[in-house]
């Protein structure tokens, strides 16, 4: 993708994609194409994907929450921005221990 060629990385990993559609990798840099072509529908559609297949791909996470900041539509940024906390919120709320609930100790108990 450096020789900025959009069409073809996206054919390509298109065709990757098609032989093994369980590799987060794929979905995240055909993602990563379409957000330098400016289709950033497809890219969000894309980082879901990969994110789907192996929730815990970090890249997919970063793909998805740099979409936003391309836009030009402040309403579409801040929507796309809640969406990806929320997606991230609940991804490791349900994931770490330090998100779960744990009794608070009272005044006297410090």
Known sequence: MSAKQYDQAINSYSQAIALDSTNPVYYSNRAAAHS????????????????TVDPSFVKAYHRLGYVPFLSVDA????????KTCSILHRRLQSRCICFQARPRKGPSES
């Open 36 to 51: 330098s072509k400016g289709d950033h529908l497809s890219a969000v559609g894309d980082a879901e994907k990969a994110i």
């Open 75 to 82: 309403v579409d940024i801040h929507t796309n921005v809640v």
